[in-house]
């Protein structure tokens, strides 16, 4: 018979794109606790030891059973001294020092106030924590220059901390398509990010737009956003041209193509209640029965890719963020080639390699196809 140890060690990879990782996860508390380490690591500009603490978190994740002690998880990948000394931890007094007294530091609150405004990144609310600042109410008053983003941010902050239910997903969907639809006839529309992987909640809704013939999608984002803004439902929405070229995934490509994939930031108005409610417009101030505003914020995306990169948008927009990451370190690491959400590239070969399916792209890499509902390490 195998010891716990060995059955476990044969089975894990290293790498989370080799790992089939559902949403069940048997080790909620252990991985809650280590998830927030990395946002300390990273507020240190420390992102290696953040990365090391999502790795080890992701593998205890994957994990087919709760973890009642560290000896079986000695010798598995990604679980450094420091991450095991937090599960020991855990295990042993139910609690660990570190991440308790993380979590009560003034530091860690103001951050997780600060950093949940929507167009707040860390670095800045680490300036502002600095500058004496730490909750909405300072922050306000403070004669700090808000960007426009972050001004929305403020205004819907309660709406847009409050988590997207499936059915708000869906309802955003209905919308979404009747627009790009009218505006385009024979558009596409898949909804992506953490919804696509199962979740039933999320913090916002991600949605890919594309047309099956290559270059009718040109155009498309400014059109479907108007739409959405003479039809009432967008809050807020910047809509940016895609920034390939200045990202850190791959060798540029050539401006036309650059041209044509866009992506949206938005705030959606959504009437609450009954959330197919395509056919509420701006007069929101109105209250439901219960007393509750009929309508309340929720953050969207939205994505246009020319259909001849659209399984790399679909594979770089489902998440999860470490699955995507991992999946370019084996990417880079194993195989010498560079993917992005545009493309994969091999710089053995120096040429693109085609794909029009997500099962295509994980062949090209050598990889066993993970569907996306075991994407969520
Ligand atoms: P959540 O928090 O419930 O919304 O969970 P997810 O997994 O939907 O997370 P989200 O919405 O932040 O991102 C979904 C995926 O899309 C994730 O794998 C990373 C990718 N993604 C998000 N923003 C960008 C972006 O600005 N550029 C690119 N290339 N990818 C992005
Ligand atoms: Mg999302």
Known sequence: QRSEAEVVMISVSSYACQRRTSL???????????SLLPHNAELNEDEG????????????????????????????????????????????????????STKRS??????KVLNGIFGVGVKTADRWIRAGIRYLQPLQGSGETLSRAQRAGLRYYDDLNQPVSRAEADAVGEIVEKAAVSVLPGARMTLIGGFRRGKLTGHDVDF??????EGREEGLMPKVVSRLESEGFL?????????????????????????????????FKLSRGEEGGAEQT?????????????????????????????????LGWTGSK?????????????????????ALYDTRQRRYL???SEEEIFALLGLEFIPPSERNA
Request: charge should be positive; aromatic fraction near 6%.
């Open 24 to 34: 069940i996860n048997h080790n909620a508390v252990l991985t809650d606790a280590l």
């Open 49 to 100: 030891r953040g990365l090391a603490f999502r790795r080890a978190a992701a593998v205890l994740k994957f994990l087919p059973e709760p973890v009642t002690t560290t000896t079986p998880l000695r010798g598995l990948p990604c679980l450094g001294e420091h991450s095991l000394r937090v599960i020991e931890d855990i295990l042993q007094d139910g609690a660990s020092r570190e991440v308790e």
């Open 106 to 111: 003034e530091r860690f609150k103001a951050l």
């Open 208 to 213: 890919l737009l594309t047309h099956p013939e």
């Open 235 to 267: 809050l807020y929405q910047k809509t940016t041209r895609n920034s390939y070229l200045e990202s850190e995934d791959g060798p540029a490509r050539s401006s036309s193509s650059m041209d044509r994939f866009q992506k949206c930031f938005s705030i």
């Open 282 to 314: 701006g007069n929101g101030e109105s209250l439901t029965p219960s007393g509750q505003e009929a309508w309340r914020a929720v953050r969207v995306d939205l994505v246009v890719s020319p259909v001849s990169q659209s399984a790399f948008a679909l």
């Open 322 to 342: 470490l699955f995507e990451r991992e999946m370019r370190r084996w990417a880079r690491r194993e195989k010498a080639m560079s993917l992005s959400s545009h």
């Open 354 to 356: 085609r794909a029009s």
